[in-house]
């Protein structure tokens, strides 16, 4: 099974709730054959034939047991259950790097058969487990009823007809959504595909061509996957016997009105960031929008409007003062050959060992492809694999490395979920996971936090001194928020959204209102042109088109201060929270560890107490990681009369722009 991770990309749909997040992704360029991929392919392909004729032990009917016989058969199911999974993931694994790595027909058609027995397994498993719902089985240890209650939360369907339906509306809405075409202006048109629509909202700057691809990409996707969202969202509600729910993850009944809560932390911090980047871009754009109220949606770094990174430059707070060029130094140290691209991953190694972690086994260099490989076709996107290799020691990275600080940052984010991998591998497969779905992106990120500073550059002497002065701190810190900050309202909206319809608070008359009103609510962001119910602008994002879940990215973005800040406390750093590198703190290494291989054993609020100190996810670390630069916009704000904050029209799907 195959999970990409990126807030950014297309996801495959989460199936069984409890697997293990096998494949994780981050953005990343770079040879190297794969000399064992035919030798693995062709293993995998004969244990699938073996596999056709193989009946299942746990066909059988639970009447008539008595409480201590349904207890010996739930052990005897999960212990089943933990043994086949491990397998069938190992399969789903190898299938899906080799198609990663070498992307040809042959490899996609293995890849497509592997997935679609592991569903069909995991949907038995599931129908099973299922049987066991509401026994009284008194002697079933804690352990085995979590695994049990994991394996019930799958999306199965009680009628074929309605299973082959909803696969038909995801196939239908996932080819529409990856040949949709955006269009700048009558008649000039991109290319086909999201990634061309992002690059020209990063790239361009024109008001108007910005306004017109805004409801052109929409025009092309939101407008169109309305009928069939409904018709899903019914389907989930009426034909599916257990239901993965968006929030049941976070075991947390009144998760919605949690993520709220967790909004109005933050809320200070984001209605001055807000203030600030609304005030400089109406001077930008004089006339095209009111001064004091929602932001047009067509301003930031995709038709979304969830991050902002491309101002960074132009909005700079201190434009005088100098910034720390990793990139520069990165590339000088390779110029005067102190550096090579291959030599990265181990300087992320170097790092996890610094804390007094594992290092990556031997497998992990051996199979690891790092390079983009010149004779074949690679997807680039950085990737971490976990094998499930009975050896416990098969862990993979794919990604095409560079010389620049992006490569450095996605090998220590993606070395994070190896980590992970590796420290809940001697767990039981239902247990090696994510605590809840926010942590396993954390990690890594957490560490790029660590790596990303002008410290840790000179502690690994790969800058004698740099010059890391409170302008320059502000400066890197409006970047950091641009993208950090400004993505939270927007990753909370996607899932509370959709939750909202489809637990019937909201009906689909007022599906395209309800949205607006929630982006206006939480992001004071509104819409280009004005709207109508028609156009269902959630939609216009794959994820939620597809039923994908994308709270954990909020959830992760949090985690990753506060885990930041607890690793750093540990470290015993003095100074802004900002300027911390908990590099050699195998204090802090060690705290990482004891949540690290707790996998999902444990209710997540265990997991996080063994590294912060605390069981509820907070944005306080957040707060206190951007204190430099909330200080110098309160005060700006306040100095240049810029106004704070925004109300919602009574039409919250008027337009924004002028
Ligand atoms: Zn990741």
Redesign the pocket.
């Known amino acids: 099974m195959t999970l990409s991770?990126?807030p950014t990309r297309p996801v495959g749909l989460l199936l069984l709730a409890v697997a293990v997040m096998a494949v994780?992704?981050?953005c990343a360029d770079a040879y190297r054959f794969r000399d064992d991929e035919s030798s693995e392919l062709s293993h995998l392909l004969m244990k699938l034939r073996r596999d056709q004729h193989r009946k299942h032990c746990w066909k059988y009917s639970l009447d008539g047991l008595t409480e201590s016989q349904l207890t010996k058969c739930a052990r005897r199911f999960i212990h089943f259950a933990n043994q086949q999974l491990r397998k069938r993931k190992h399969r789903s694994s190898l299938a899906s790097f080799h198609y990663n790595v070498n992307i040809n027909k042959r490899n996609k058609e293995l890849l497509t058969r592997v997935d679609t027995k592991y569903r069909r397994f995991s949907s038995k498993l599931t129908l099973f487990a299922l049987k066991f719902k509401g026994k009284r089985m008194s002697g079933l240890s804690a352990s085995d009823a979590r695994m049990l209650r994991d394996l019930q939360w799958n999306m199965v369907f009680g009628r074929r007809k309605d299973s082959s339906r909803m696969s038909n509306l995801d196939s239908q809405m996932s080819q529409s959504y990856d040949t949709a075409v955006g269009c700048y202006a009558p008649g000039k048109c991109l290319d086909s595909g999201e990634d061309n629509v992002k690059n020209f909202f990063r790239t361009k700057n024109d008001y108007d061509q910005l306004r017109y691809l805004w409801k052109s990409w929409r025009n092309a996707t939101g407008a169109k996957f309305r009928n069939a969202f409904v018709e899903r969202a019914q389907l989930l509600n009426e034909s599916v016997y257990a239901f993965f729910e968006y929030f049941t993850d976070f075991e947390d009944p009144k998760f919605p009105e949690t993520v709220v809560s967790l909004y109005n932390q933050f809320k200070p911090l984001y209605e001055q960031l807000h203030a600030y980047l609304r005030h400089r871009l109406h001077q930008k754009y004089p006339g095209k929008f009111a001064a004091n109220g929602l932001l047009p949606g067509h301003l930031g770094d995709d038709p979304w409007g969830s991050q902002y990174t491309k101002w960074h430059n132009e909005f700079v707070p201190f434009p005088a003062a100098e910034s720390i060029d990793f990139d520069g130094i990165l590339k000088d140290r390779e110029r005067r050959g102190l550096l090579t691209v291959p030599q990265l991953p181990h300087v992320a190694d170097e790092f996890y060992r610094s804390l007094g972690l594992p290092k990556m086994t031997e497998t992990f260099w051996r199979k690891s492809v790092f390079l983009k490989p010149k004779d074949h076709k690679m997807n680039c996107h950085?990737?971490?694999f976990d094998m499930h290799s009975a050896s416990r020691d098969d862990f993979r990275i794919k990604m095409c490395t560079r010389m620049d600080m992006s490569s450095f940052s996605t090998v220590h984010?993606?070395m994070?979920?190896i980590m992970y991998f590796m420290l809940y591998s001697h767990q039981p497969v239902l247990f090696q996971g994510s605590a809840n779905s926010g942590f396993?992106?954390a990690i890594?990120?957490t560490i790029t936090l660590s790596v990303k500073t002008a410290e840790h550059f000179q502690a690994i002497k790969f800058a004698k001194h740099l010059n890391d002065t409170h302008e320059s701190q502000v400066n890197t810190q409006l970047t950091q928020a641009l993208e950090n900050v400004m993505f939270l309202p927007f990753a909370m909206t996607v899932d509370l959204w959709k939750w909202r319809y489809i637990s019937g608070k909201v009906p689909k008359e007022q599906l395209n209102q309800d949205w607006w009103r929630l982006r206006g609510l939480y992001a004071g962001v509104g819409p280009s042109v004005s709207r109508s119910e028609a156009d269902t602008d959630a939609l216009s994002k794959y994820h939620a088109a597809k039923n994908i879940g994308y709270v954990r990215y909020f959830i992760s973005f949090l985690l990753k201060f506060q885990f930041y800040k607890a690793m750093c406390e540990e470290a015993g750093h003095k100074g802004p929270l900002s300027t911390c590198d908990f590099y050699k703190s195998t204090a802090a290494g060690d705290k990482l560890r004891r949540m690290l291989q707790l996998g999902r054993s444990k209710p997540w609020p265990d997991a996080l107490q063994q590294l912060t100190g605390r069981r509820d996810i907070s944005a306080d670390a957040l707060m206190e990681y951007f204190q430099p630069l909330h200080n110098w916009l309160k005060d700006y704000n306040a100095k240049n009369g810029v106004p704070v904050g925004w109300t919602v029209p009574a039409n919250p799907m008027q337009s924004a722009s002028n």
């Open positions: 991770s990126s994780f992704a981050l950085g990737t971490a984010h993606e994070g979920h396993h992106e890594g990120d």
